[in-house]
């Protein structure tokens, strides 16, 4: 039986609070490095890839988490993953050794982040719309965790200076709790009503097959892990870049949230794009501005206002990725498996998610230095816009069901 009061405007906004939590959440991990790696056994490369195992947790599961939920419901999987989400920060709370930290921070919290973040929250939503307003839409969804990271990173900084970080891992282990509730508006309508791209005969490992086959796919995937290799490092060691400058540490807290703010900015803005020209030109576009972005930067002197500066320009295309390339995925191969493929494209997100994370922290305490790690960030930006360029992006032509 249907529900009548899951309309679209209702799956929008719980999404959106849904992604505003997890994303938000997420993003205080830079503010934690210090704190933990001064209060606990854990030093900058043991955080580093717990950091980084929780990338590849996610990754590696959000095309599982996606299947069951196209299988057996998405408001379920969903509710599943808040709830080891909260399970896991709560747990966090408590760390002392590398060991804890990899099974609450690295295992329960990418195993959580799988069910509550983006490849099954904005299918969920992209299947209440139509084609005109899918981009869009998925811009507004992807907005949410910049929101989130805007309005929580500041809040976690806050409890972290006056209360202590396992006092700021429980609060949010109690604000991600609220995502178990909300959970009951994402039901998938394509489980009731079959997407007219995809033909009712085709099953879920005859989808995966045809994507695998697919050369536009296989780019599509290799270069958003470059999306996943800057965005991970920036967002767990900028802060301890910018105090290694000598700046104050609000200065990087500050940097976190302006990235947050512009990122609300950018994702609306190239979404709606999106709606307008080819996703696959747009994402070319973002990834060398990316590259210019992070050369210049580090290239100019590092003083409070050029990082100011820099989180601004970098915020505008932090997550500009995240609606066009789940709008490619959609438009190329339809809507009824649009999280389990969106869930494929994430796993290469996540692997340079990991590089990006763990790397950081194994060059840091190498050298002393991001220097390298960074130029690496701006080569790979190159890469990924050239592997972007080429993508044939028309809707797949099915054969069509034997005996037609």
Known sequence: MKSSWRTPAVVLTCGTIILFISFGARNIFGLLLDPMTESTALDVGDFSLAIGVQAVIWGLTTPITASLAERYGTARMIALGGVIYAAG???????????????????????????????????????????????????????????????????????????????????????????????????????????????????????????????????????????????????????????????????????????????????????????????????????????AVLAIYILLPITAMSTYIFAAAIGLLWLATVPLTSGLVARMFGLRYMATLTGLVFFSHQLGSFAGAWLGGVFFETTGTYDMIWWIGVGLGLVAAALHYPIDDKPVVRAQAQGA
């Open 89 to 291: 920060l709560a747990l966090m709370a408590m760390v002392q050794t590398p060991l804890h930290m990899n099974l609450t921070a690295g295992l329960m919290l990418g195993l959580g982040l799988s069910a509550t973040g983006f490849p099954i929250i904005l299918a969920a939503i992209t299947k209440r719309v139509d084609a005109k307003r899918r981009s869009l839409f998925l811009g507004i969804g992807s907005a949410a965790g910049s929101s989130g990271q805007l309005a929580l990173v500041p809040m976690g900084q806050y409890i972290i200076g006056g209360y202590g970080w396992a006092v700021a891992a429980l609060v949010f282990a109690c604000l991600v709790a609220i995502i178990v509730p909300l959970s009951s508006a994402m039901v998938d309508p394509t489980r009731e009503a079959v997407d007219p791209n995809a033909p009712p005969q085709q099953k879920l490992g005859e989808a995966v097959r045809e994507a695998l086959n697919h050369r536009g796919f296989l780019l599509l995937t290799t270069g958003y892990f470059v999306c996943g290799y800057q965005v991970m490092f920036l967002g767990t060691h900028l802060p301890n870049f910018i105090t290694e400058t000598g700046q104050n540490p609000w200065v990087g807290a500050t940097a976190l949230s302006l990235i947050g703010l512009f990122n609300i900015v950018g994702t609306l803005t190239w979404g709606a794009l999106g709606g307008k020209f080819r996703m696959k030109y747009l994402l070319t576009s973002i990834y060398l501005l990316r590259s």
